[in-house]
């Protein structure tokens, strides 16, 4: 390969190493017993260098020793436009169309706001991302839940029948989507798309598809924009997009929104705009710039390789080697949600201890039930092979016994 995957790095700051030992988001990660290496596949960052691109064009800025007002430029716009059009067929995305958000968390809040009065419900898949949740209760809103159902092979599969009556019975205006699907790995098909589509549109609810993971996607599957289904999703559909999982940058802080439909796009600029946090950083944007560029997306074909292994490796270890596990195959991202309830039946171990027992031994997961998972575990499968290996090594020989 012609990028580095392979390199251990020394993440001298990053929160999957400092915030061992800390409280965050209900979850009190301990450190390895003493001697024992740590092994981050917990917080949602990879342990992968930046593609070059992306660092050669913050450094290239830096060169220029004024760092005060500025106006995004025409290339951001430009970088946008052409890696949706080559990469999701997005033929008349226009730069009237892209709007910067300081997080998609952000233009989650904003939606909330402009869409949903206090004390509504908000639509939300079950398994869910976390901090969806946070979003919607810190609005003073509620959430009104629909559970992703297995099928045979263990795939989540969406229950239109169930997502219509939550639908109805809570009278959700503003439904938060996750495509790729966050923490199960789902890449959804558009006949999927389209049937949820048609849902939302029988219950006259906006939606808000976070894309952030759209990048990601395995062979034999593709990302679809949920906003190009068809026209009403168009209409109705905001898209929410990032750089950050894609390319580590997640601590720049730099999103943006795709809105096509003009009134809509008025009433949240103009929310946001009111709040007066939205504001682009110049080192974002240049870091932007160099991500969606040509070796941007040469770097991300090689990256994906490297994730599709993993996921593939990680899948084969617990079918083979951890068979009381149940996990479904990764179509996408870099999550692996790991179902430990058979398991716990047949041992008798509480999910407490099995937790605890994954920190032990050094191998930092998430704490599934935060994601709506009963009794799951969420592991980041984005780092060098070789730790891979030795976490699942570690599973094995000191917590699945």
């Known amino acids: 390969m012609k990028y580095d995957f392979t390199t251990i790095l020394e993440r001298r700051d990053a ?7 800390k409280d965050l988001w209900g979850m009190s990660p301990e450190p390895p017993e003493e001697g024992r290496s740590f092994i981050p596949m917990w917080v949602a960052d990879m342990n992968f260098a930046t593609a070059p691109p992306v660092t050669e064009a913050v450094r290239s800025r830096l060169d ?23 990469r999701n067929g997005a033929s008349d995305l226009g730069r009237e169309h892209i709007g910067y958000e300081n997080g998609v968390h952000g233009q989650i809040s904003t939606a909330i706001e402009v869409l949903t009065e206090p004390g509504d419900s908000v639509f939300l898949q079950k398994p869910y991302y976390a901090a969806f949740e946070t979003d ?13 159902v297995q099928d045979g092979d263990g795939k989540y599969r ?25 923490p199960t790995g789902r890449v959804w098909t558009r006949e999927e798309l389209e049937k949820a589509m048609d849902v939302f549109r029988a219950n006259d609810c906006y939606v808000l598809s976070d894309e952030i993971w759209s990048d990601i996607v395995f062979s034999g599957h593709s990302h679809i ?10 209409e109705h559909v905001m898209g929410a997009y990032a750089p950050g999982k894609t390319f580590n940058v997640a601590g720049l802080i730099g999103s943006y929104h795709i809105i096509y439909n003009p009134e809509l796009r008025r009433r949240l600029k103009r929310y946001a705009d009111g709040t ?10 240049y870091a932007q710039i ?54 716990m039946k047949k041992s008798g171990r509480d999910f407490g201890d099995i937790l605890k027992a994954g920190w032990r031994a050094g191998v930092g997961w998430e704490d599934g039930r935060i994601f709506g998972g009963e009794h799951h575990v969420r592991m980041n499968l984005a780092l060098p092979r070789s730790l891979e290996e030795e976490a699942f090594r570690r599973l094995k020989e000191l917590v699945f016994i």
């Not at 025409?74 to 949706?84: A, K, L």
């Not at 239109?160 to 996750?178: P, T």
């Open 290 to 343: 160099g991500a969606y560029s040509p070796e941007g997306a040469e770097w991300t074909g090689e990256l994906l390789q490297v994730l599709e292994g993993n996921a593939e490796f990680a899948y084969d270890f617990v079918k083979n080697e951890l068979p009381l596990l149940r996990a479904p195959k990764p179509e996408g991202t870099y999550m692996f949600f790991v179902d430990c309830g058979e398991y």
């Open 276 to 285: 007066n946090y939205n504001k682009m950083n110049l080192l974002s944007m």
């Open 136 to 148: 919607i209760k810190m609005a003073g809103r509620r959430t009104a839940f629909s559970q992703l």
């Open 225 to 234: 924009p949920t906003q190009l289904v068809n026209e009403w999703a168009r």
């Open 64 to 86: 220029d020793p004024t760092f005060g007002y500025f106006l995004p430029e025409d290339e951001y716009y430009g970088s946008i436009m052409r890696w949706h059009r080559e």
């Open 15 to 21: 929160m999957a190493y400092t915030g061992v030992g």
């Open 158 to 182: 969406m229950d239109y029948e169930e997502m219509d009556r939550v639908l109805r019975e809570s009278g959700a205006k503003l439904a938060i989507f996750c495509s790729p699907h966050n």
